[in-house]
T-cell receptor
Framework: QQQVKQSPQSLIVQKGGISIINCAYE??????FPWYQQFPGKGPALLIA?????SEKKEGRFTISFNKSAKQFSLHIMDSQPGDSATYFC????????????FGSGTRLQVQP | GAVVSQHPSWVICKSGTSVKIECRSL??????MFWYRQFPKQSLMLMAT?????????EQGVEKDKFLINHASLTLSTLTVTSAHPEDSSFYIC??????????????FGPGTRLLVL
């Protein structure tokens, strides 16, 4: 059972444009939703994260929008740059127990110069 | 931020041999570490949770006798792939949370270990 669904699988954006990646989750016990960036051959690095008590969080060019009733959240990358070209993963975890992360399937973003 | 390292960064071995991968938290102590496996162009799949001083917790479908995990200290967890076969070739990544983080939300990932079994 895929608990976190991510789309699109790949995305091509022009430099300066907005990149939007969407995720939907099924388990209502999830209450922590991070986004990770991964470059080829490297481990994932945390970009930004949100909890369900807020609907939006912004850090620099990166914004998470969260819709608790729809069980959806999205990552917006403003003014996309070629250096943003990477694979992005959404994830979710519960606030109890091991709090292990469940990852989405990933989105390969390519920002064209 | 907290730093997690892995060694080796890549390893090539013959089928049937065993390979040990180390995961270290460099500037913090971690009672819990996580091991993930990532196949090319796929997502990260949790294999097991490594608990300091106790047995690891394995995810459904992961063979505990094949993937041996030892968390002998608060800064080191090891994953041993026993009797490796070509289908075990993958990217293995560990992660840990920093207890100095008041909410302990963030998982910090290591750089990964690329395993190729010939």
């Amino acid at each position: 059972q895929q608990q976190v669904k991510q789309s699109p699988q790949s995305l091509i954006v022009q430099k300066g444009g907005i990149s939007i990646i969407n995720c939907a989750y099924e388990n209502t016990a999830f209450d922590y939703f991070p986004w990770y960036q991964q470059f080829p051959g490297k481990g994932p690095a945390l970009l930004i994260a949100i909890r369900p008590d807020v609907s939006e969080k912004k850090e620099g060019r990166f914004t998470i929008s969260f819709n608790k009733s729809a069980k959806q959240f999205s990552l917006h990358i403003m003014d996309s740059q070629p250096g943003d070209s990477a694979t992005y993963f959404c994830a979710a975890s519960k606030d109890t127990g091991r709090r292990a992360l469940t990852f989405g399937s990933g989105t390969r973003l390519q920002v064209q110069p | 931020g907290a730093v997690v390292s892995q060694h080796p960064s890549w390893v090539i071995c013959k089928s049937g041999t065993s390979v040990k991968i180390e995961c270290r938290s460099l500037d913090f102590q971690a009672t819990t570490m996580f091991w993930y496996r990532q196949f090319p162009k796929q997502s990260l799949m949790l294999m097991a949770t490594s608990n300091e001083g106790s047995k690891a917790t394995y995810e459904q479908g992961v063979e505990k006798d094949k993937f041996l995990i030892n968390h002998a200290s608060l800064t080191l967890s090891t994953l041993t792939v026993t009797s490796a076969h070509p289908e075990d070739s993958s990217f293995y990544i560990c992660s840990a949370r920093d207890p100095r983080d008041s909410l302990q939300e963030t998982q910090y990932f290591g750089p990964g270990t690329r395993l190729l079994v010939l």
